[in-house]
């Protein structure tokens, strides 16, 4: 028992990222500097209170995948876990340096899905937008799936879902066309910049090591 349960104990650095969330918090805030990052394009998008589902799977559905990785892959799970871990580092600095902020439609008239979007408007401000977090974890989780070793069904539902949540930030008007892109150039630059070269040293570290 002891040892089964000493296998799974590399899962608590998962709760990093709830730790790390305690200062989204504390600058989810305005200021008389808070910019705005809308555009056209954005007000072209409708809003689609549909689309609030898989915006809100987005946290169960981050964590099984690390779970996932950890089971599959663990070179995987620590590589998505940590480049997550300094990416909302980088978020919260961004943050904190660079505001933004991004007007909300009118709810109207009710039904179940205006009440949830209702309570992720009344539970988050509308700050804390560039980048999107929303987008960055999704797409670093999009990108782990496929260096995992998945089944094609499980990596086209990991995209699926990954895809689906990062669209659903702009149909529910979480987040405009700047913040996703954001996310996703986040994500890009911290796989090239430290996932691939911190990782594939220590890969080769330990195969050093075990020759």
């Known amino acids: 028992m002891n040892r089964k349960f000493a296998a799974y104990l590399p899962l608590c650095w998962l709760l990093a990222i709830p730790v790390l969330n305690v200062f ?3 600058l989810n805030h305005g200021g008389a500097d808070t910019a705005r990052l809308v555009t056209e394009w954005d007000r072209l998008i409708p809003f689609m209170p549909v689309f609030i589902i898989p915006y809100l799977i987005w946290y169960p559905y981050v964590f099984y995948m ?22 909302l580092a980088v978020c919260y600095g961004i943050f904190y340096l660079f505001q933004t902020t991004l007007p909300r439609p009118d709810l109207g008239e009710g039904g179940i899905l205006n009440s949830l979007v209702g309570f992720v408007y009344a539970t988050d401000a509308p700050y804390n937008c560039f980048p999107s977090i929303h987008v960055l974890t999704s797409h670093i989780v999009l990108k782990a ?10 990596t086209t539902a990991a995209g699926l879902i990954s895809w689906s949540i990062i669209v659903s930030t702009l149909f529910v008007k979480q987040h405009v066309i700047m913040d996703v892109l954001g996310g996703i150039l986040l994500s890009e630059v911290l796989f090239f910049l430290i ?17």
């Open 145 to 154: 799936a496929f260096q995992c070793k998945l089944s094609r069904r499980a």
């Open 24 to 26: 989204y918090g504390l």
């Open 195 to 211: 996932g691939r070269r911190l990782f594939r040293e220590s890969g080769k570290e330990r195969a050093a090591h075990e020759c």
């Open 66 to 87: 690390f779970v996932v990785f950890f089971k599959k892959d663990r070179q995987v799970y620590y590589r998505s876990l940590t480049l997550t871990c300094i990416g």
